[in-house]
């Protein structure tokens, strides 16, 4: 759970000249809650089928692998979107799922605190970025990625490219679980991003154009047995 919401609250309420909040935290005792109907009874295997037919509506191709075949698949996909720069997040993760050697096929740069401005400058000329998904939202094909100085959020969005490798046991039914995981951390990111496909905008008139905002193509890799 989030740790000093107390004292926090105390602190704010003394700047404000009060000794106490004002309000006590109000009981939620909701008559309904369909937000958790929603794929409530849906086995992983029929998330998964979820999230494959959501990801032809925005646009992402979705591939599936083990971890044995990751490698060979995230070397792949790199390949396809044209090689070049790769920019990675500093995640534990790259190296328990032995992907590391793929990205020392390319220039690429591990994004860390200590780079500074060389992970800003990287990034904005990078062609490709990796990151690994924290909670995976079936119901919408979203990722989640809660960003801190070791995974930056730039890693995601400046790249014209994205991959998101996509834990099996990351994937939840909707945004309702992914609300719940964040409220059971005893620290929460100063910036979490929910991503879903690649950047998708359009006018008044509705005519669609991609890739203003974020990358213009992205491919979701699911490992089954992570």
């Not at 037919?53 to 646009?59: A, M, S, T």
């Not at 992402?60 to 090689?83: A, M, S």
């Not at 909707?174 to 951390?185: N, S, V």
Request: one cysteine or more.
């Amino acid at each position: 759970m989030i740790q000093n919401r107390e004292s926090f609250l105390q602190s704010v309420a003394a700047r404000l000249g009060r000794s106490t909040p004002s309000l006590p935290k109000p009981e939620r005792n909701w008559k309904h809650l369909p937000q958790h109907e929603v794929l409530k009874d849906a086995s992983m295997e029929e998330l998964i089928e979820v999230l494959r037919e959501q990801c032809l509506n925005i646009h992402t191709t979705l591939k599936k692998c083990t971890k044995q075949q990751l490698p060979e698949i995230l070397n792949e996909t790199i390949v396809d979107y044209g090689g070049g720069r790769v920019l990675y997040s500093n995640d534990p993760r790259f190296g328990v799922l032995n992907v590391l050697p793929v990205f020392e096929q390319f220039e690429h740069l591990k994004w860390q605190s200590g780079n500074g401005e060389r992970n800003i400058d990287f990034a904005e000329q990078a062609n490709v970025g990796v990151v690994i998904s924290n909670v995976t939202l079936a119901e919408s094909g979203t990722i989640m990625l809660q960003a801190s100085p070791e995974v930056g959020r730039t890693i995601s969005f400046l790249p014209e490219n994205s991959i998101a490798v996509i834990p099996k046991s990351s994937i939840v039914p909707r945004m309702t679980q992914a609300a719940q995981f964040l409220r059971e951390q005893s620290h929460v990111s100063s910036c979490i991003n929910f991503i879903t496909g690649p950047s998708n905008s359009a006018d008044i008139e509705m005519n669609l154009v991609v890739g203003v905002h974020g990358p213009v193509r992205m491919t979701y890799i699911l490992v089954e047995d992570y």
